[in-house]
Nanobody, 125 residues
Framework: QVQLVESGGGLVQAGGSLRLSCAAAGRTFTRYTMGWFRQAPGKEREFVAAIRWSGGSVYYADSVKGRFAISIDNAKNTVYLQMNSLKPEDTAVYYC??????????????????WGQGTQVTVSS
């Protein structure tokens, strides 16, 4: 059973930075795709970024490209989301998710069967 635990959320001023962490356990993740999604109040869950555990291919939503960076520390089985130049519209609950494959639909939350509990990110103007 896959277990995902996020941390690193908080309150930051616009223009600031945060790094989210997702500690993964319960599987060998070699063939997994790891994703970050976010959900703001009254909105649907949306794709932020994804990374193939092996090979390291990365994908970003247009809204965060150039500001956010997703990475993996294999030794710690941890996925990171470095968020820079944060904007008030980045405010949301951020979720880590795991997909046991390399689907082209990495941007769809329906692909991911395992989810963390979420961590709140609030960006003040």
């Amino acid at each position: 059973q896959v277990q995902l635990v996020e941390s690193g959320g908080g309150l930051v001023q616009a223009g600031g930075s945060l790094r989210l962490s997702c500690a993964a356990a319960g599987r060998t993740f070699t063939r997994y795709t790891m994703g970050w999604f976010r959900q703001a109040p009254g909105k649907e869950r949306e794709f932020v970024a994804a990374i193939r555990w092996s090979g390291g291919s990365v994908y970003y939503a247009d809204s965060v490209k150039g500001r956010f960076a997703i990475s993996i520390d294999n030794a710690k089985n941890t996925v990171y989301l470095q968020m820079n130049s944060l904007k008030p519209e980045d405010t949301a609950v951020y979720y880590c998710a795991a997909d046991s494959g390399y689907s082209v639909n990495y941007f769809s939350p329906l692909r991911y069967k395992s989810w963390g509990q979420g961590t709140q990110v609030t960006v003040s103007s």
